[in-house]
């Protein structure tokens, strides 16, 4: 019997690994991640933005999601990544999402608790799990190498222990986004993180942590991070949108052929090797 993603949590948590949560945009990108969970037997969470959950269609990725699940017999989960209302939370508690992302980081703190608590109870009723943050992640899902991710750092609040733990008291939250120099996107110079704070957050806060802007930092300072803070879960994008974008640029140089599907195998085969990447560095390799 799979385990369930609140038992791979807590198995991360506890062995002093962290589970990747990859974002998907379409079947090629979905295709790497599974491909690379397989290869390396590890659990992944595979995860939809706004953005992307549109494009895709949130139905549609939990069906192909579940069947490459019970294909492989693999941990793979579902996550709706930063959720900005409850409308669209809504959304994923129906199509049957297993993990809720709400991104309440710009409104007001009382309002954040507010909504918060009240999709955890919505959520918790389905025995789905629910992650929430208390500000808001600087940078975007895109390279931004012509400067240094200190420009990012700069528009993020970071995370105040103290009042994440009051945070994730009231709400009832399993899981925390907390943001300790962090950042969305990669960088000429990658983001200096600030390990004091994370240990000083984990010493307050009771639930699961994850890292937001898993691309683009290095691997030692992650690796520090899931051992200083317990982090459990770290999300990537941006490198795999990058290697997605150059492996099809130059794919497309070298070829007329106009059938898609004879077009993308090495396309799938650049992002396979982000995510390969990553779960080694996070640890999960061989924990499926």
């Not at 706004?50 to 939990?62: D, H, I, P, R, Y």
């Not at 809720?100 to 980081?105: A, K, P, Q, T």
């Not at 808001?136 to 103290?162: M, N, R």
């Not at 459990?232 to 949108?241: Q, Y």
Request: net charge negative; glycine share 8%; with cysteine.
């Amino acid at each position: 019997m799979q385990k369930s993603a609140r038992e791979v949590l807590e198995q991360a948590q506890n062995e002093g690994w962290a589970i990747g949560a990859f974002n998907a945009a379409n079947i090629e990108t979905l295709r790497a991640i599974v491909a690379a969970a397989s290869k390396l037997r590890s659990p992944v969470i595979v995860e939809s933005s706004s953005g992307e959950t549109k494009f895709f269609g949130a139905e549609n990725l939990v069906d192909v999601v579940k069947n490459f699940r019970e294909e492989l017999n693999l941990p793979i989960f579902i996550n709706l990544d930063h959720s900005p209302s409850e409308e669209e939370i809504k959304v994923g508690l129906d199509a049957g999402y297993e993990l809720l992302h709400f991104d309440g980081g710009k409104l007001p703190f009382e309002e954040n608790v507010e909504k918060t608590k009240r999709i955890v109870e919505q959520a918790h009723a389905k025995g789905l799990l629910v992650e929430g943050e208390i500000d808001h992640i600087g940078g975007s899902s895109a390279p931004h190498l012509g400067e240094s991710a200190e420009s990012a750092q700069k528009s993020t609040t970071y995370t105040d222990p103290d009042k994440a733990a009051e945070f994730c008291k009231e709400t009832g939250v399993d899981t925390f986004a907390a943001f300790f120099g962090n950042v969305h996107g990669v960088y000429k110079e990658p983001p200096k993180l600030d390990l004091e704070r994370l240990k000083k957050i984990r010493e307050k806060v009771d639930c699961f942590l994850s890292m937001h802007g898993g691309s683009g930092i290095k691997d030692e300072d992650v690796r520090e991070a899931i051992k200083v803070g317990r982090i459990a879960k770290i999300n990537v994008n941006t490198e795999m949108r990058v290697a997605f974008r150059e492996a099809l640029e130059h794919d497309l140089k070298k070829t007329d052929e106009v059938a898609i599907y004879k077009i993308m195998p090495p396309v799938i085969e650049a992002v396979q090797k982000v995510v390969e990447e990553k779960i080694k560095v996070f640890g999960s390799e061989g924990k499926a």
